[in-house]
């Protein structure tokens, strides 16, 4: 998002609606369509495929992966859900960032968002997700 990698370059700080404590498997959009591709290739495979980082990182941790990938410090900076709202709507629309704040704030009520290595696309599909200084590269940051 524009806003996020804004900032991170800008001010040295990654904001995001969670809390610092909060893990997260993280994925891009690159490693969603690598899972795609391989699920029209693999018929055999049903159900759900989860799709990110096994162990899941928190918000600092990523932080860091942008900053060794940038050469410089970057702080991670837990915003709220409103806060990223706002920030969000100017690109995708009032009702689009309404819904995304609304998926965060009830994200805050649960203890992680780590997918389930038995429903890995990485046991799954054979699909391993970028590590986070891989997938900056790809997007080219």
Known sequence: MPYVIDSVRERGVLPYPIRADFPVSWASHLD????????????????????????????????????????????????????????VAPLIGEDAAADIAGAYQAMSAMPDRSIAPETSAQKLLDVTPRATSQWLADVGL
Do not use: M
């Not at 989860?50 to 915003?79: H, M, W």
């Open 32 to 87: 969603i369509a690598d899972a795609a591709v391989a699920l029209f290739e693999r018929l055999d495979v049903t159900g759900v495929v989860s799709v990110g980082q096994y162990p899941a990182i928190t918000g600092p941790d990523l932080a860091e992966a942008f900053g060794a990938r940038l050469g410089r410090d970057v702080l991670f900076e837990p915003i709220t859900p409103e806060e990223f709202r706002t920030s």
